[in-house]
């Protein structure tokens, strides 16, 4: 199970979490990866200036938006797909 965790403090609030959140939300299902991530909403993940922050696994995203959720994803299937 991959982990995704979108940062929900203050600062990503503000830029825009929530719809960061929603994205993944509607998207997941669709790339077919329901039943290999799982989505969580986790506070302040030290990126502050450069909100909204995603973590997959260990890996930070910065200024993440709604558009960039897609490409996040394709990578993640991408991934899934090399270790099959």
């Not at 909100?51 to 299937?77: C, M």
Request: hydrophobic share 40%; proline share 2%; net charge negative.
């Amino acid at each position: 199970m991959i982990e995704i965790t979108v940062c929900v403090g203050s600062s990503c609030y503000l830029k825009g979490a929530y719809e960061v959140i929603k994205e993944f939300e509607r998207l997941i299902p669709l790339y077919g990866l329901g039943d290999q991530v799982e989505l969580k909403a986790g506070f302040c993940l030290g990126r502050c200036a450069e909100a909204v922050t995603v973590k997959i696994e260990d890996k930070y995203f910065t200024s993440i938006a709604p558009k960039d959720v897609a490409a996040l994803l394709e990578s993640i299937k991408k991934n899934i797909l090399k270790e099959d």
